[in-house]
């Protein structure tokens, strides 16, 4: 099935750094959505984009919609050991069904 | 205010028997999500639902699943026959009506292991 790529697939940072990380899609999409998932959970809503080049921020985080509708970036500043986990783009066109990036792994480390 | 609560959080069971997966949305919200992530990789669409709706299935093997959203109770996600492909985490999710439909509120998920 249908699939947005994240970039990168995994990230080993120190704490304190900031981080950056992308999704594309080669179709367009009308909302974008930022998610994180802890081990053993469900994914957590972080931020919701819905206007081309919407930029919003959320504490640390920060996404913005891009300009083409086809991408989506998250940046999280000042990074914390709690940052860690899978941290997941999805997006929606009209009011089809939300699909979900490959998914970026986030390890901090002190 | 609960969130989406799912059970069983993890479910055994043996190539051929039944799995049912039971999911309860968030007060208030109206739609009902199940999406499958096997290890290591992203959330996979399987069917959207309303109260006695099916809306979209489309990510729903063709054979052996089914689900449903009853006037009354919760969600039923459910698996006859499970073989060992089918060893996943199963997450539902809810959603508001209106405009924040979009927003997706998910469940811990329910593991179910296929020997």
């Known amino acids: 099935g249908q699939q947005l790529n994240q970039s990168p697939q995994s990230m080993f940072i120190q704490e304190g750094e900031d981080v950056s990380m992308n999704c594309t899609s080669s179709?367009?999409?009308?909302?974008w959505l930022w998610y994180k998932q802890d081990p053993g959970e469900g994914p957590v809503l972080l931020i919701a984009?819905?206007?081309?080049?919407e930029l919003t921020s959320n504490g640390r985080l920060t996404a913005q919609f891009g300009i083409t509708r086809k991408d989506s970036f998250l940046n999280i500043s000042a990074s914390i050991p709690s940052d860690v986990g899978i941290y997941f783009c999805?997006?929606?066109?009209?009011?089809?069904?939300?699909?979900f990036g490959t998914g970026t792994r986030l390890q901090v480390f002190p | 205010n609960a969130g989406v609560m799912q059970n069983p959080r993890h479910l055994v069971r043996r190539r051929g028997q039944e799995a049912r997966l039971r999911c309860s949305p968030m007060k208030g919200h109206s739609h009902v999500y199940w999406y499958r992530q096997l290890p290591e990789e992203g959330l996979k669409f399987m069917v959207y639902l309303q109260k006695e709706n099916i809306i979209d299935e489309s990510g729903m093997p063709k054979e052996r699943f089914s689900a449903e959203f009853p006037k009354e109770g919760p969600s039923i996600l459910r698996i006859q026959q499970v073989v060992r492909g089918d060893s996943a985490a199963y997450f539902c999710?809810?959603?508001?009506?209106?405009?924040?439909?979009?927003?997706?509120?998910f469940g811990e998920g329910s593991r179910l292991t296929v020997l």
């Open positions: 984009l819905y206007k081309a080049g």
């Open positions: 999710a809810s959603s508001p009506p209106g405009y924040r439909a979009v927003e997706l509120f």
């Open positions: 179709s367009i999409f009308n909302t």
């Open positions: 999805a997006g929606q066109y009209n009011t089809d069904k939300l699909i």
